[in-house]
């Protein structure tokens, strides 16, 4: 099936081109084995710069790269655009959409989505941040936002508007809060000349006591120092559970008026049948070798080790990815099987221009030198030359002219 | 209404952010007049390399500049994001579908969309290409067809997933089709490796016996000759009347299967109600001075001089927009009005790599020289420093590497 050509060699199927995927897809190269690759999007994503390119920093396509290039000119690798719903392990097949696919060995590398806990007004009224289609939308957003509170004539209607509020503080909240905060501040008034922005609010409210859970307690508070001094209305102990009548409900009651709810509060793996994914966020068991079955797989975001549960970051899912192409080599050469162990290389978020925070083992970095650091490694793992020149280019202009020039609101559709 | 600061001066609104729109709001820059300018997107679309857009050569952004970006730092010059739907003339009020806007001077250049000639079968199919968004929705089209071909067991589905038809042998359709014939020659088949591409079939459908009618018959010639040099299915007098079970019907009953319909076959203006918009292709009647009514204009493929009709093209919007910007002076300080003369400057369509053809007057280029002419000309005119320069990196990329690096397929959407 799937107009895959015939091959002497045994085939192993990657589901999902992630940074997981791609680990393990790079690992079988000399293996000698068929490789198919399957993902609903025909590009690599590269997920953590999605809020740049949500308040208009980057091009989409500078983090995006199509997943035919990475796999070009390697022997009897193949990629086919598909949507997975899951696995019969007992016939080794995947299922897609549009078909089935047989498998020798499989590795279900499939990520994870945005996780509303089940409370469906946030669900219909929020954006999303997973995605690069998730991505425009909400610059789309944001500048229609913007437009609309310009025209606008009803007070309480444009404060509305002009309140941002990002739920979750986690990385990608914290960096999103920076980034518009930032935006807000330095490149808007320029546009618009007319509307005051000292009403415009960017918000981050964040259940737990304190943001970036995962760094260190300083490393939290010089967040919450450096945010709060970049004009973002942080709450803490800010706990959503509601979007009704145009406010987000947080604690019992208490509301802020906004058309603009983005949710990063929480991840859950993604669909998919046909193995046990009943361990916590939906994910799926594996064991010390990421194994799930005889010669299944799951890694990264929608794997979990309940023996030693790892961070759904994208280090976690390269290093697996790795250990996992190096062991079905080892299964097809009857060797032993290596264990899989993870080597924490650190944790780094931005805040703003000249603003981060880095932690590398006991190192703990914060200010200019880790934003030159996360410069830095983020170019590092973009994929593709012309990526890194491109993301290179956009940040330098935005560094030196103080503008966003990415501001134009752009959909793909048909008009009416 | 809209917000729109009160001001001593009278104001001129301007409906339109195209090459029209802008022409006249640069004539008014100096005029001391306040200046509104309206329209449904935020940024000027440079339609005339739309299909770059579409066949993957360059970023949307590229071709597209925010327009709060042009008027930036003009004084009493305003910009508003709004649908207009037509003009109240006795009240001197132009209505949108979010209030109205009080004017005394009216520039309309609203532009024009795409024309389906009524046939609804052919409008729900299709996909035209008057904007970035359908550039977009186009270039996401072709990969997924390609994904689907490629993935496809059913030889007749995989040709109709193969077949390429573009209606209309105008600079669209020709510039559109070269585009899409090179893509297949040099990039694609890199890509998709399992796949055949001489089974991918490039058609251009023409109406009339020759292509790039507004050029000389040798020009037409020789784009024909370069065309099918390329390999492009070059009819003519094939009119199309019907998409029916999945086929392109053309001449009375021939058939093209094809998931892939393309029209580029005709322009209709843009829906504007209260001016007398009777003309042909919807076009609101103007008078030597390009007004409707005593202080009324209209300019762009918008607008038609019965007396002496003018090809809709960017020239013309651009000529009329600075006439009539001066002309809104003149009337403010009392002196006589300048009659619209058009001065044609030529006109000019690639084929594909080094080959193009330029008519400037009784001088007619083709081939690597008018090639070189039209990266200089549309360069030239594309707006903006940062967008010059992107636009010239994208091409150049191509050109060295033969490749077209933006294959992903990016959508503005929350996911499922």
Redo the contacts between chains.
Sequence with gaps: ?????TSSSRRVVIIGGGFGGLAAAKALRESGLQVVMIDS???HQFQPLLYQVATSGL???AI???L??IL??RKDF?F???YVTGVDVERCVVMTE??ELEYDYLVVAAGA?TNYFGMSNIEAAS??L?????A??L??RI??SL?SA????CVEEQERLLNFVIVGGGATGVELAGALAELRNRVLP?????LDFSRMKVWLLNASDRLLEAFSEKSSEKCLTDLRAMGVDVLVEAKVSDYADGAVIYNDGQRIESANLIWASGIIANKFEGLDNTARGRRIVIDEYCRVGERVFAIGDIAINNESPLPQVAQVAIQQGRNVGRNVINMERGRALEKFVYKNKGSMATIGRNRAVAEIGRLRVSGFAAWVLWLFVHLLFIL?F?NKLLVMWDWA?SYVTHDQ???????????R
Excluded: V
């Design positions: 099936m799937y107009n895959i050509p999007n025909n590009c091009e989409p396509t995006a790269f199509p035919r290039s070009r000119g193949h086919r655009m598909a549009t078909g989505d954006m999303p997973k995605s690069i289609d998730e425009l939308a610059r789309n500048y229609r437009e310009q025209k606008c004539e320029r546009d618009f000349p007319d593709g012309r202009w020039p990415l501001r134009s609101i752009i959909e793909a559709k048909k008009r």
